[in-house]
């Protein structure tokens, strides 16, 4: 073969293979990366826009706003992990890995995107989740905000659910476009309520309230100012039975100042020795703990009445803490001389842990 005829047999060929080449059109790879630059414009003015509602929302308590842009970052470095396993095992490699990169991310761009301006559930909900039907007389709201990661800040609240329970904390998510999830913690035995709802009418949150996967209550809180504080009320129905709920808001803000850290001795639930914690002035609660193998956990919180403490155990993902892992409620109790605080760490599968740090007086 001559090295004319050799050349013009191996461009024969690659014509064959990329016909784009021949056309003049774009290849695959510039194509799928055009298609991720949009996605990922789209997806800037979407967080934007986003967090203009949570600036509103939140004007009493900027670290919310500060958490929630942290959350988004994070979930960008996630993003990016998540694409490069999903296209190698979509390409296996080769040599569309680099186009298949940047198809998967920009089709988690638009699903980000379309979760951030409320038009859909969120990416990690399965079809049949997502296709799950309403229930006779109200959305099936758990559907759409019930699963996904806990990177939003959560605002506290101090209040009731039911007659029948004991006062407690409300742990609330507001998701931004209308969509609210939270959680109440009843002070005594191990118990968890999920609410889920929405926020389409001002001063006004329609909800259900499940205990593990079973719906026991619905229907709409009211907003309020009880004595300067602000309070969500109403009467919630299930099975024939009425649940009082009310909910006052507590302080969510750090004050600046600089409170003792306390060591307590882990006896119970914590994968540590010891941990550490700080009282702030307005009963604000901080700390944390090194795990075994070195990892660092956050606590956070309130000491919300004398003698019973919520807090947050939060993670950290990539380089920044954002995900929240569990709630904990404690009470205080002196046993033997020493000061120990027991209750529960609950888990976002449902499970319950009993936990317990103490030190001497």
């Given amino acids: 073969m001559t090295k004319k005829l050799y050349v013009a047999t191996c461009f024969a060929v690659l014509f064959a293979v990329y016909p784009g080449i021949v056309h003049g059109e774009k290849n695959w790879r510039e194509e799928a990366y055009e298609e991720f630059e949009k996605t990922n414009k789209e997806l800037e003015a979407a967080y934007r826009k986003a967090r203009q509602v949570h600036v509103r929302e939140y004007t009493e308590d900027s670290s919310l706003v500060k958490n929630f842009t942290v959350a988004h970052k994070a979930w960008l470095k996630w993003r990016d992990a998540e694409a490069e396993v999903k296209a190698y095992e979509q390409s296996g490699g080769g040599h569309t890995h680099g186009a298949t990169v940047y198809e998967v991310m920009a089709g988690m761009n638009k699903a980000r995107t379309r979760f951030l301006l409320g038009q859909q559930p969120e990416q990690n909900l399965s079809e049949e989740e997502q296709e799950c039907e309403p229930t006779e007389g109200a959305p099936e709201y758990a559907s759409y905000v019930g699963d996904r990661l806990m990177d939003e800040p959560f605002t506290l609240y101090r209040g009731h659910f039911g007659l029948s329970e ?71 129905s299930g099975d024939g039975q009425t649940y009082s709920t009310s909910m006052i808001k507590l302080d969510n803000t750090y004050p600046r100042d600089n409170p003792k850290k306390t060591s307590y001795k882990v006896l119970a639930g914590f994968p540590a020795k010891s941990i550490t914690i700080a009282f702030h002035a307005n009963d604000r609660v901080s700390g944390g703990y090194l795990t075994p193998d070195g990892d660092e956990a956050n606590l956070s919180g309130i000491n919300y009445r004398k003698g019973r403490m919520y807090l947050q155990e939060s993670g950290f993902y990539g380089d920044n803490e954002a995900i929240v892992g569990a709630h904990i409620m404690l009470e205080k109790r002196i046993v033997k001389g020493a000061i120990v605080w027991q209750g529960f760490k609950y888990l976002f599968n449902g499970d319950a842990i009993p936990v317990s740090i103490g030190r001497r007086r």
């Fill in 166 to 236: 004991a006062g407690g904390v409300f742990a609330i998510q507001w998701l931004g476009n209308e969509k609210v999830r939270g959680f109440f913690y009843p002070e005594g035995k191990p118990s968890e309520y999920r609410f889920y709802g929405v926020n389409e009418k001002q001063g006004m949150i329609s909800v259900h309230v499940y205990k593990g996967e079973e719906l026991v209550a619905w229907g709409d809180l009211h907003k309020s100012k009880v004595k300067g504080k602000l309070q969500w009320a109403g009467k919630l």
